[in-house]
């Protein structure tokens, strides 16, 4: 895309979408996806808490439509029943989880905020999945390290997903590393950072942008080198990192 059309677009304003995060140049292309692929096969539940989430002042907190969607699809894919979300906000991917696992499946979700959460909780129950969620609320690594201590979950869950301060992503990584099981899948949200990873140190960048980017930089570097994953990182959403633990 030229750079006009890029310059004129950006002053027309970005995409409304709650949560929109896309990386895609054109929102035109982000808007087709959208309509063509995501909203008319996004259940009705999913629907709902994205409408309830939009009228949060944190919106752009939450996980895309296009990102809910691939997460459900992911977990159907690897057959996940025992899950964990670190960073839940009002619940848009935790539902897309807990609608994508059978009916026994179970998600261990943690988050500092249970005010949050509970916003997009009748819209989980009304769905029928709040069963298969354990809602934590407080920070996630005091609760890692206990899981660790007891020695009971090494090994113990199909899928974890990250969207939480990035500053302890490496931080979570180092535990979550031992409680996923070999051939399980760990997704690391907004590891492409607002596209400020390949920005240069001094571009005009919102503060908690410029805070986080250095912590999104040495996650990547270091997701990259360590030899018990493979990695793929997608630019879905605003990038997201899947690890599959080998060993």
């Known amino acids: 895309m030229g750079g006009n059309g890029e310059s004129n677009e950006n002053q027309g304003g970005r995409h409304q979408e709650v949560g929109h995060k896309s990386l895609l140049q054109s929102d035109a292309l982000y808007q087709y996806i959208l309509e063509t692929s995501v909203y008319p096969k996004e259940p009705e539940s999913m629907k709902e808490l994205r409408e309830v989430t939009a009228k949060h002042p944190w919106n752009i907190m939450t996980t895309s439509a296009d990102e809910g969607q691939f997460l459900n699809m992911l977990l ?25 696992l059978p009916h026994d499946g179970k998600i261990l979700a943690m988050d500092i905020n249970r005010e949050n959460y509970e916003l997009g909780l009748p819209v989980i129950q009304k769905a029928g999945v709040a069963h298969k969620i354990d809602f934590r609320e407080g920070p996630a690594l005091p609760v890692l390290d206990q899981m660790i201590q007891d020695g009971e979950h090494n090994g113990a869950f199909d899928f974890i997903f990250v969207d939480a301060d990035k500053d302890n992503y490496i931080n979570y990584h180092k535990r979550l590393i031992e409680l996923v099981k070999i051939g399980g899948v760990i997704g690391y949200d907004n590891t492409l950072w607002n596209g400020s990873v390949v920005a240069p140190p001094d571009a005009p960048m919102r503060k908690y942008v410029r805070y986080y980017r250095d912590f999104v930089l040495e996650l990547n570097k270091s997701l990259a080198a360590d030899p018990r994953i493979e990695i793929c990182q997608l630019p879905v959403g605003d990038g997201i990192t899947l690890c599959r633990r080998t060993s």
């Open 76 to 100: 159907k894919l690897i057959n996940a029943k025992n899950t964990m979300e670190i960073g839940v906000y009002t619940g848009y991917s935790l539902l897309a989880t807990a609608l994508a």
